[in-house]
């Protein structure tokens, strides 16, 4: 499973900032991904909670945020936000030439609560 190794290698990326901020105990844990990332968010959680059935993120809490998906149309020079998954047209002026600016992102930490 795609969320066990992501989660897996979060963990080793905490425990790395704990040995050397010196904290014993996460919080919270804030992720972010983008939309049409392969990233599922229940297989996440999923993974998250089987990780850390001990350690320092044991009794952490895990968020996720979804970053919505940006457009930009070369027909009218605009950046929009698609509420589509798989947006082709300029909700604009119709226009075709669409490109995916953002949205596509894999897994990043934006933030660590801890003690
Ligand atoms: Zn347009």
New binding site residues.
């Given amino acids: 499973m795609h969320e066990l190794s992501l989660i897996q290698s979060l963990l080793t990326i905490i425990e790395d900032n704990a040995k050397e901020h010196g904290f014993t105990k996460v919080n919270r844990v804030s992720l972010s991904c983008g939309r049409l990332s392969a990233v599922e968010p229940a297989a996440l959680e999923f993974a998250f909670n089987t990780l850390t059935q001990t350690g320092i993120c044991a009794a952490a809490q895990l968020e996720l945020e979804i970053l919505p998906l940006q457009v930009y149309?070369y027909?009218?020079n605009?950046e929009f936000t698609s509420p589509d998954s798989d947006p082709t047209i300029?909700p604009?002026?119709r226009?075709d030439q669409v490109m995916v600016t953002a949205g596509l992102q894999e897994l990043q930490l934006l933030e660590l609560d801890v003690d």
């Fill in positions: 149309c027909d009218c605009r300029c604009d002026c226009g």
